[in-house]
């Protein structure tokens, strides 16, 4: 197992659990390269795990190096030009699928500039590498043509999966943020351009590129999607921040491990049901600052879980 994309859990160890979910996705991914897998949707709160899931999901499939070729951007909380995130978003997909066919990993992490992907083009003899980067690079100066440069960035996961007979994965991280964040104006200081997220409602109907959208706003998320994506071209997936009984002892385990934070087998079962066998809570209570905090007792472990929820 390689890591290319670095993941935000952490060390990859530390991903425990969720067999059921790994599982069932498992199942939709085998389908994407014969075209039967639609387009879905993660539903679920803030620290679900969401994040780490479909990042641990790219990571599996750029390690398999099989039929599906994955690409992962997330839609940061930061104002910007959307001419911008037009270049952001191509140079991030370009780099990926260029990190994919020849294995180097560090394009992910690093992504290469409009004029490094285009010479790898050249070279390579991917005459739409090339066709798209002087696209970008002469229209970014002439106003009229930001929406085609837009245009040109989103829909070349589905344009290279036709061109080349291929299936690429489409992974879209905290996707409500592209309604609240990108501006038409190169000062962003108008109103945000709210009907960006319909640039996505033909390419999510897509059976050669389908997406795997996420959001750590779930009401926010699903108005986006109903208005703009229309509902029924996403299936939605419930993702649990709870892990199973078992799964979630592992966790407890494996953070006191890493932190190297003393426990006992009792004590461990205790933080478990306490923290109802979520990753995120689990984490909480093993690093907590609390001045008292010792987890080789009940009362301990008691107080500083209290501590955690009332702080």
């Known amino acids: 197992?390689?890591?290319?994309?670095?993941?935000?859990?952490?060390?990859?160890?530390?991903?425990?659990?969720?067999?059921?979910?790994?599982?069932?996705?498992?199942?939709?991914?085998?389908?994407?390269?014969?075209?039967?897998?639609k387009s879905r949707v993660i539903?679920?709160?803030?620290?679900?795990?969401?994040?780490?899931?479909?990042?641990?999901?790219f990571n599996q499939l750029w390690t398999e190096n099989g039929a599906v070729i994955p690409f992962y951007f997330e839609f940061d909380e930061n104002k910007m030009w959307y001419p911008n995130l037009a270049i952001k978003y191509y140079r991030a997909f370009a780099s990926q699928y260029i990190s994919f066919i020849t294995r180097n990993s560090k394009l992910i992490k690093h992504p290469l500039s409009l004029e490094k992907i285009r010479e790898f083009g050249v070279k390579e003899s991917i005459t739409a590498l090339v066709d798209d980067v002087d696209f970008l690079l002469q229209n970014k100066g002439i106003e009229g043509s930001h929406d085609l440069m837009w245009d040109t960035a989103c829909h070349a996961?589905?344009?290279?999966?036709?061109l080349y007979d291929q299936r690429i994965l489409v992974i879209l991280d905290e996707f409500q943020n592209i309604t609240k964040y990108i501006y038409r104006d190169e000062k962003c200081k108008e109103e945000p351009d709210e009907t960006l997220a319909g640039s996505y409602h033909s390419l999510a109907e897509s059976k050669i590129a389908p997406m795997l959208v996420t959001g750590s706003y779930?009401?926010?998320?699903?108005?986006?999607?109903?208005?703009?994506?229309?509902?029924?071209?996403l299936s939605q997936i419930r993702f649990s921040p709870y892990l199973t009984e078992d799964e979630g002892l592992e966790?407890?385990?494996?953070?006191?491990?890493f932190y190297e934070e003393p426990i006992t087998n009792d004590t461990a079962m205790q933080i478990n049901k306490l923290c109802m066998a979520d990753p995120f809570f689990i984490s909480c209570v093993i690093i907590s600052s609390y001045e008292d905090k010792d987890l080789t007792t009940s009362k301990g472990v008691a107080d500083t879980v209290d501590y955690e929820i009332s702080e």
């Open 218 to 233: 779930a009401g926010w998320l699903l108005k986006v999607i109903s208005q703009y994506l229309e509902a029924g071209r």
């Open 43 to 57: 539903i679920a709160r803030r620290k679900s795990g969401k994040t780490s899931f479909v990042q641990r999901i």
């Open 251 to 257: 966790a407890v385990y494996k953070y006191a491990s």
């Open 157 to 162: 996961p589905h344009r290279f999966a036709d």
């Open 1 to 37: 197992m390689q890591y290319p994309l670095t993941e935000k859990i952490g060390e990859p160890e530390l991903l425990v659990g969720r067999e059921k979910q790994f599982k069932h996705f498992g199942k939709w991914i085998k389908n994407i390269p014969k075209r039967l897998s």
